[in-house]
């Protein structure tokens, strides 16, 4: 891992919360020349200390108003049954985030769907017995708490 030092810290810090601030800003916010900041922002994406730049859009605009948390036992947890479920579930797009847990359930989904006739469907499709599920069980999430709030989390000292 680089070395990052509190100018890098800082730098992070502002864009963690604003990745569209113009480096002029974050250069004034951290004390730094525009061509400091931008070369220290670089180095950052090539390191990958930063390792995406991305707009997060309103579900509702995606067809996706319910997000539904699926735990997913499988019949058999050996290695080849966990990775054949991995890698066939990635490729339905009602899936935005998935999980390899611990404990009584194999997988944990998050499901988003604009309706709950897509989610029959979907699980028609995804978690049938021939996919070697066992059982799952549905999370249907009312409101949204705290989501994709990655900035809440501090860096590490080292």
Do not use: C
């Not at 974050?26 to 070369?39: C, E, F, H, I, Q």
């Not at 997988?107 to 021939?130: N, S």
């Not at 996919?131 to 999430?141: E, N, R």
């Amino acid at each position: 891992m680089i070395d990052l030092d509190a100018f890098d810290r800082r730098l992070l810090a502002l864009v963690r919360e604003n990745n569209l601030e113009p480096a002029r800003v974050l250069a004034d916010k951290v004390g730094l020349s525009l061509s400091a900041v931008l070369r220290r922002l670089r180095r950052l994406r090539d390191e990958k200390v930063i390792v995406a730049d991305i707009a997060v859009i309103n579900p509702a605009l995606t067809g996706s108003a319910l997000t539904m948390h699926v735990l997913v036992q499988m019949q058999q947890a050996g290695p080849q049954t966990m990775d054949n479920f991995a890698r066939t579930i990635v490729r339905h797009p009602e899936v935005t985030a998935a999980w390899d847990v611990t404990g009584d359930d194999d997988f944990l989904l998050k499901v988003q769907v604009g309706t709950m006739e897509e989610y029959d469907a979907f699980t028609r499709r995804a978690l049938g017995e021939d996919k070697g599920v066992h059982s799952f069980t549905t999370l249907i999430a009312i409101r949204n708490i705290i989501e994709n709030e990655v900035a809440r989390r501090p860096l590490r000292d080292r």
